[in-house]
């Protein structure tokens, strides 16, 4: 297996740089047909930042003032794709300086001159995407003041990319980095004269993108909120180019916008950002109202169910929950194992949280990541719910969920979830119980491990003798975000949780465990290095064919007004 793949990532490379050397051949464009617009939207910090030589990309740190950033050795491929990707044109354009488009300028032709005519690690389709669509919406500041020859070259570049592009969008994978590089093919066609024969198919391309990776509901297989995000603003970024080019939106192209924009509004907490879920972070802050409004869908019921998630809403709380089987296919390679966990959030204070993605953090904490101790859930000690098989990528044993039920009740909405990641391991199902009150200030919880069948309380009675009882030791963990204070409380019984708002939480628990405070780390995408944090841990054992442990967690009193949070919560662009 590990062969055929490496014999079709040689094929597929040597087929890039045959595309590339047809691609040279492409007639230059003549020019824009008219002024881009530009969309993509950076960070001021960032821009501040790159100018002054520090250059953080995918996790990596480089300090080069004065240097170039293709002088920089990527030290790895993460961050070769994203400084190939252009996407730090969004932040020097945020910060709009005269430094800024000096760096923006020399960093660009730099890149034609090295890699222009199909060199060097960014000419694959989802990143040659990525690039087009930066590049066309900064052309303002990148053709400023740059004489003939260098426009003529920046043109060169485009149309050599964009009939690159042409020949090979199909070897993308499907979801985002399809999206992506069909997103820049519509862009190139739409913008660059001469260019306008790649606009038809580019189009019908997309249209049936929309109708293949986008299902009924608005999800997208790798269940990763914060991708689906992406998807929704490469898809609106394409819409927008084609009315402002007078030409008519496809019907699948619409259809998509409007499934996923409630969607996206069910994915996100009181606090306006996303769950973090599947290798998805919050997103970058404005992000997904900006995706929101442009999308022009109006904002309806929010729907309690979204791409497998549900979502449960009282008051100013919000807890989002993974309520499906981890997702197949490709998707498998990203996947996490989270079957149950949740996160909570408090108006604009995360308070339950998952560790989040370890993809900026080098692969120890990407694997690490992935497993179940990183998600808020009860996990079996040493074994994951789903498990990555022989590739050391791909989760071939996944959970599967085996009941489901949200019902709305007499004290709140009420969420019933179980699934098989143990079943077979220990002959134990999993169930989770959730009930979070309509004023939002109680989340209870059940957490049951349970011998169903004959059949299966034998395979817990073997497990259990064959690790001399030690085989069902198990954790519920409660992740929380770093900015919560975290203390033991009423003799080790309780814990009580101190946001920055002046909110008091309070959790207790009943049933056979020992409650600790432990370290844990928050993964933020655009940090050096994790943020340490705390999480609650219960821990048990499962020594009969049914084991439950029941927990709260509640307001301790009103928060006076004068420290909450104001601005109005969960609104809708």
Not at 239 to 259: D, G
Not at 318 to 344: K, N
Not at 380 to 394: A, D, I, L, N
Request: charged fraction near 20%; include cysteine.
């Amino acid at each position: 297996m590990g062969g055929s793949g490496n014999t079709s990532r040689r094929l597929d490379r040597l087929a890039d740089r045959l595309a590339v050397l047809a691609a040279r051949r492409a007639r230059p464009a003549g020019g824009f047909v008219s002024q881009p617009e530009p969309r993509s939207i950076g960070l001021y910090t960032r821009g501040k930042q790159l100018v002054a030589g520090n250059i953080l990309l995918a996790g990596h740190l480089a300090e080069a003032p004065g240097l170039s950033i293709w002088d920089i050795t990527a030290p790895d491929a993460a961050f070769a794709a994203e400084a190939h990707g252009f996407a730090w044109l969004d932040d020097l354009a945020a910060l709009g300086t005269r430094e800024a488009q000096a760096r923006a300028q020399d960093w660009t032709w730099d890149w034609i001159d090295r890699y222009g005519r199909g060199k060097g690690p960014g000419w694959t389709p989802d990143v040659t995407g990525r690039r087009i669509i930066r590049w066309v919406h900064h052309a303002t500041i990148l053709l400023q003041a740059r004489d003939g020859m260098q426009s003529a070259a920046f043109y060169a570049a485009l149309s050599r990319q964009a009939a690159y592009l042409a020949r090979r969008w199909r070897s993308a994978a499907e979801g985002l980095p399809r999206f992506e590089a069909l997103t820049g093919l519509v862009y190139a066609g739409i913008s660059l004269i001469g260019m306008e024969s790649l606009v038809g198919p580019a189009i019908q391309a997309l249209s049936a993108a929309c109708d293949a990776d986008i299902d009924s509901e608005g999800g997208i297989p790798t269940r990763n909120p914060e991708e689906l995000l992406e998807v929704l603003t490469l898809l609106t970024w394409a819409a927008s180019a084609m009315s402002e080019a007078n030409l008519a939106v496809p019907p699948s192209l619409s259809r998509a916008i409007t499934r996923i924009a409630p969607a996206l509004r069910a994915l996100r907490h009181a606090d306006g950002e996303l769950a973090r879920f599947h290798g998805g972070g919050r997103a970058a802050e404005g992000r997904l109202d900006q995706a929101l409004a442009a999308a022009g869908v109006r904002a309806g019921a929010v729907p309690a169910l979204a791409m497998g998630y549900a979502r449960l809403h009282g008051g100013r709380t919000t807890v989002i929950v993974d309520a499906a089987s981890p997702p197949g296919g490709r998707a498998a390679r990203t996947a996490h194992a989270s079957t149950s966990a949740f996160e909570l959030t408090s108006g604009r204070r995360p308070v339950v949280v998952n560790c989040g993605s370890g993809v900026a953090f080098g692969q120890a904490w990407r694997q690490a990541a992935r497993a179940t101790p990183s998600h808020s859930c009860l996990g079996m000690e040493g074994v994951s719910s789903s498990r990555v098989g022989r590739s050391g990528e791909v989760l071939e044993q996944r959970a599967k969920l085996t009941a489901s039920r949200l019902t709305v009740g007499s004290e709140g909405t009420d969420l019933y979830l179980a699934h098989d990641g143990w079943l077979h391991s220990h002959g134990l199902t999993t169930s989770r119980s959730l009930t979070l009150a309509h004023d939002g200030r109680r989340l209870s919880g059940v957490d049951a491990l349970t011998a169903l069948t004959a059949e299966a309380r034998r395979r817990f009675e073997d497990a259990m003798t064959q690790t001399a009882m030690a085989g069902a030791r198990f954790a519920i963990r409660f992740h929380l975000h770093p900015e919560v204070d975290a203390r033991l409380d009423m003799g080790g019984t309780a814990v009580s949780l101190v946001l920055k708002s002046g909110e008091i939480w309070i959790f207790r628990f009943t049933g056979p465990a020992e409650l600790d405070l432990e370290p844990s780390a928050y993964l933020e995408n655009g940090r050096l290095y994790p943020r340490p944090t705390s999480q609650i841990v219960l821990r048990s054992e499962a020594r009969g064919f049914e084991t439950r442990i029941g927990w709260t967690l509640a307001k301790a009193k009103d928060t006076p007004l004068a420290i909450r949070d104001l601005g109005d919560i969960e609104t809708d662009p």
